[in-house]
């Protein structure tokens, strides 16, 4: 009888590790396909390069951009989406391929290129291949997100100085509708706005 039951108990332990070692491997292959499933985007658009030839045959404005002052929240690598009044959500799957400070100034240079702007960075003087510029500006986002409304608001003020003239001083606010679900759809709204922007600074000059 005992050894009945040390076999049966033998049985059972050995069930109980195939069992054990069965939801091991679930766990390392759920792991395994979440860390496979984030997704990286861009904030400006790598085929938005015909603006740049618009202006070619004509000599453009030079702008060079002094400071970008962001809001802490668009230093996360997550999307950042406002899901109440006062709560956002910042994703852990969905991030940015790229600081967004960075993907700012590339929509915003593209944008002004169209409009006869070339638009320059401090590091674009230690090359030592670009004239000085004949206007400059320093640009603060107060915000700049996705909300629960299905539209995108970019809100700030810029600064915009030049050799010959007084600083001009200008704040701004832009919303853009988000047509479609996802977060591709924001992005595209996100560009809008900064389109928007660019306009205004041009404007401005």
């Not at 003087?125 to 995108?152: C, K, M, Q, W």
Request: proline share 2%.
């Amino acid at each position: 009888m005992n050894v009945t039951m040390s076999k049966f108990d033998s049985k059972v332990g050995g069930w109980r590790l195939a069992g054990f070692l069965c939801v091991l491997v679930l766990f390392m292959g759920g792991c395994s396909s979440s860390s496979s499933s984030l997704n990286y985007y861009l904030l400006h658009s790598t085929s938005a390069t015909h603006s740049v030839n618009a202006q070619a045959n004509k000599t453009p404005a030079l702008l060079t951009i002094d400071k970008l002052v962001i809001p802490e929240y668009l230093k996360q690598r997550g999307l950042v989406y406002q899901i109440s009044e006062t709560n956002i959500h910042i994703s852990t799957t969905h991030l940015w391929a790229e600081p967004v400070e960075e993907g700012i100034v590339k929509v915003l240079r593209s944008a002004l290129s169209s409009k006869g702007v070339k638009l320059l960075k401090q590091a674009d003087y230690a090359r030592g291949s670009v004239p000085a510029a004949n206007h400059r500006i320093s640009i603060l986002i107060n915000d700049f997100v996705s909300t629960y409304g299905g539209e995108v608001i970019l809100s700030g003020e810029y600064v915009i100085t030049a050799a010959d003239s007084e600083a001009m001083h200008q704040s701004f606010m832009f919303k853009a509708p988000i047509n479609h679900d996802g977060f591709e759809a924001s992005i595209k709204a996100m560009r809008a706005t900064l389109n928007q922007l660019s306009e205004q600074i041009k404007e401005t000059m």
